[in-house]
Nanobody
Framework: QVQLVESGGGLVQAGGSLRLSCAASGRTFSGYHMGWFRQPPGKEREFVAG????????YYSDSVKGRFTISRDNAKNTLYLQMNGLKPEDTAVYFC????????????????WGQGTQVTVSS
């Protein structure tokens, strides 16, 4: 299993931008599809964006499509999430995880999660 550490969160005004990073160690990072997930206050964790092993294909939830961009650098074992046009409803703890695709639905591959990184968007 790959170990993951998220960073880059913070407090930003609506319309602003943040770039999240996820540093991976352990098993071969490039062997995993990867995803970003988030958990808003008082709500369930949800899928945000996914990227295939090589980075050739990306997928987004409808709520972030056109505003967020997921990318990866397999040479640096790092996953990124560029977030533009942030909205107050994007406020959440953001997590990365290895991912699987089941009938077109992206899910986390593992049940264990890192500490995540807090993103707070003020109106």
């Amino acid at each position: 299993q790959v170990q993951l550490v998220e960073s880059g969160g913070g407090l930003v005004q609506a319309g602003g931008s943040l770039r999240l990073s996820c540093a991976a160690s352990g098993r071969t990072f490039s062997g995993y599809h990867m995803g970003w997930f988030r958990q808003p206050p008082g709500k369930e964790r949800e899928f945000v964006a996914g990227i295939t092993r090589s980075g050739s294909s990306t997928y987004y939830s409808d709520s972030v499509k056109g505003r967020f961009t997921i990318s990866r650098d397999n040479a640096k074992n790092t996953l990124y999430l560029q977030m533009n046009g942030l909205k107050p409803e994007d406020t959440a703890v953001y997590f990365c995880n290895a991912a699987i695709i089941n009938l077109g639905v992206w899910r986390s591959q593992y049940d264990s999660w890192g500490q995540g990184t807090q993103v707070t968007v003020s109106s």
